[in-house]
């Protein structure tokens, strides 16, 4: 437990720490206990301080589901959960954090679909769920105003279950960069309108069952 008010910066990364997470935390702003042995589930962060901006549990044992209390921590730009053990789906209130930047929720057992709010959100930059068991269309479609523009940089769906073809909405994410899409079951065609990601970079969708661009 860490009652310390005047504490913002705690970071034990690279440690052999284990237990289960604090279930106090002060009043830290920024927190990295990536690689460690940490193990248990992520309930504990419902009694976290809502301060936080960045959390790094990466590379731990922790098990469980995903928390929905993530939505009290209005402040989170970055949060990094890969490389553990967590199941379930992803709640869809992660795409609705007034100021994330970053997700990166990789090499885990992640299932279900994957929120359209995530691709929707307004201040989402990196999006990282590969390796997981993901299934589903890609929601790249829909609930997108036509006026607005995503701030997307980097989509990484690979080496999921992802099923469908990659729709034309992708044309939405003018700042789009990196869009690695490869093991998974996509079907179809490469959009035309991918063209229109002005600042795109590198595109995967090696072993996905897609043919070339445009129509048949």
Request: aromatic residues 8%.
């Given at each position: 437990?860490?009652?310390?008010?005047?504490?913002?910066?705690?970071?034990?990364?690279?440690?052999?720490?284990?237990?289960?997470?604090?279930?106090?935390?002060?009043?830290?702003?920024?927190?990295?206990?990536?690689?460690?042995?940490?193990?248990?589930?992520?309930?504990?962060?419902?009694?976290?301080?809502?301060?936080?901006?960045?959390?790094?549990?990466?590379?731990?044992k922790?098990?469980?589901q995903?928390?929905?209390?993530?939505?009290?921590?209005?402040?989170?730009?970055?949060?990094?959960?890969?490389?553990?053990?967590?199941?379930?789906?992803?709640?869809?209130?992660?795409?609705?954090?007034?100021?994330?930047?970053?997700?990166?929720?990789?090499?885990?057992?992640?299932?279900?679909?994957?929120?359209?709010?995530?691709?929707?959100?307004?201040?989402?930059?990196?999006?990282?769920?590969?390796?997981?068991?993901?299934?589903?269309?890609?929601?790249?479609?829909?609930?997108?105003?036509?006026?607005?523009?995503?701030?997307?940089?980097?989509?990484?769906?690979?080496?999921?279950?992802?099923?469908?073809?990659?729709?034309?909405?992708?044309?939405?994410?003018?700042?789009?960069?990196?869009?690695d899409?490869?093991?998974?079951?996509?079907?179809?065609?490469?959009?035309?309108?991918?063209?229109?990601?002005?600042s795109?970079?590198?595109?995967?969708?090696?072993?996905?069952?897609?043919?070339?661009?445009?129509?048949?």
């Open positions: 437990r860490i009652s310390s008010t005047s504490l913002k910066y705690l970071n034990l990364s690279f440690n052999t720490l284990s237990g289960e997470l604090p279930k106090k935390l002060g009043s830290c702003s920024i927190v990295d206990l990536s690689h460690n042995n940490f193990n248990g589930d992520l309930a504990v962060l419902s009694y976290w301080t809502d301060m936080l901006e960045i959390l790094d549990l990466s590379s731990n922790l098990t469980g995903l928390t929905e209390d993530i939505y009290m921590f209005v402040r989170l730009r970055n949060l990094n959960l890969s490389n553990n053990g967590l199941s379930g789906s992803i709640p869809s209130n992660y795409g609705f954090l007034p100021k994330i930047g970053s997700i990166d929720l990789s090499f885990n057992q992640l299932n279900g679909n994957i929120p359209r709010s995530l691709l929707n959100s307004s201040t989402l930059s990196y999006l990282l769920l590969s390796n997981n068991e993901l299934i589903g269309n890609i929601p790249l479609q829909g609930a997108i105003p036509t006026a607005f523009s995503p701030r997307i940089v980097t989509i990484d769906l690979s080496n999921n279950k992802l099923d469908g073809d990659i729709s034309e909405g992708i044309s939405r994410f003018q700042m789009l960069k990196d869009l899409l490869s093991n998974n079951h996509l079907l179809g065609h490469i959009p035309e309108s991918l063209s229109k990601c002005l795109f970079r590198a595109f995967g969708v090696c072993s996905s069952l897609v043919g070339g661009f445009g129509g048949p």
